[in-house]
């Protein structure tokens, strides 16, 4: 309680004395600047010979639970995205405010992820220090939240340049991690931290492996218990998690994404090209589509159980072009898929194109929620 306090005074503190300078990634594409700048992922196949329940449709039984969930509570989250995860704050329309964090409590989730774009707001080698403007809007969000009484996973997002020259740009990351744990150890064990979003372009198993044991030993030092997300390559896809090499540590959770199938979920987004011949794609839940959802989930299940560690799904969501029956319906399946397995999970997104909520008039899309929360 008192340790709280101290932290709470700190980060006010901080907050009071912190300067607004912004400045912009330099690696950011300016060209991507009016939409989202995620790359397009390869729809992975999965096999879909099988047919059992449709998903959408909770069932009391699960086909398979992971064991190893040490300390995680059953996670219902939702990403705060495109605010602090854009080339500067506001770029993306999207600003977060007390009563957004608030409204997240108040209907029913009980975590979020924050997403932020680190790499836009490091100084020079060798320090790459982070500017105080963006660490007290961070520290704003993370006591908005801590108050609301929810878990928050703060993630380093979009580090572009990251996953285009992982050599030059690896002591960048450490730094960024270094002053994050540092500035963040006495926060509650309820901040867990995720050490990058869907690493994929060149930064290959073998690389990332390598970071992930450098970043953990940095952090270990000054967060010997915090719970650390680690996602694998390839944006963070079930199969990916094969590749990843675990640090002995008991307090680690894995995180995967699931977007599939590709051509629903991002049926018409802005960012990728060729997506609006997706427009109209609906998902109905057949036994197919059903069994495919379930395989996924069981294969990163059996890798959970294999390797004792505890899943996250750190990213799932159908955007607003869907036609919104469909989208409930996938939405649904998605989430009651991972709960009768046991993994905790985080919609993306709060109020983007992916979102559920407007953040102008304060309002729920009603229906979508009740599919997540029911
Ligand atoms: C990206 C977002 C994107 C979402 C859906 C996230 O990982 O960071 O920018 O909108 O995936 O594609």
Known sequence: ????????????????????????????????????????????????????????????????????????????????????????????GVTMTEAMIQSIADAGFNATRLPVRFSAYTGAAPD????????????????????????????????????QSPTTEEARFLAIWEQLASRYQSLPATVYFELLNEPHGEMDAETWNRLVAQSMTLIRQTNPTRTIVIGGVDYSRIEALEFLVWPDDPHLAAAFHYYEPFEFTHQGASWLAGSSNWLGTSWTGTPDEAAAIQQAFDRAVDWSNAHQIPLILGEFGAIGNAESTSRQTWTGAIARTAERRGIGWFYWDLCSEFGLYNCEKGKWDKDLLDVLLP
């Not at 397009?40 to 992971?66: C, F, G, K, M, W």
């Open 1 to 92: 309680m008192k340790t709280r306090l101290v932290t709470l005074l700190i980060l006010l503190w901080i907050l009071f004395v912190s300067s607004c300078d912004i400045p912009r990634d330099p690696y950011f594409d300016v060209a991507t600047s009016a939409a989202n700048s995620a790359p397009t992922l390869d729809p992975y196949p999965v096999s879909n010979s099988e047919t059992s329940e449709i998903p959408a449709t909770p069932s009391a039984t699960p086909t398979r639970q992971a064991e190893a969930c040490p300390g995680l509570p059953a996670l219902h989250g939702v990403n705060l995205g495109n605010a602090l995860d854009a080339p500067w704050p506001g770029a993306w």
């Open 128 to 163: 790459y220090a982070l500017s105080e403007s963006i660490l007290a809007t961070v520290d704003q969000i993370i006591l908005w939240g801590l108050d609301a009484g929810l878990i928050i996973l703060l993630d380093v997002h979009h580090f572009n340049s990251l996953m």
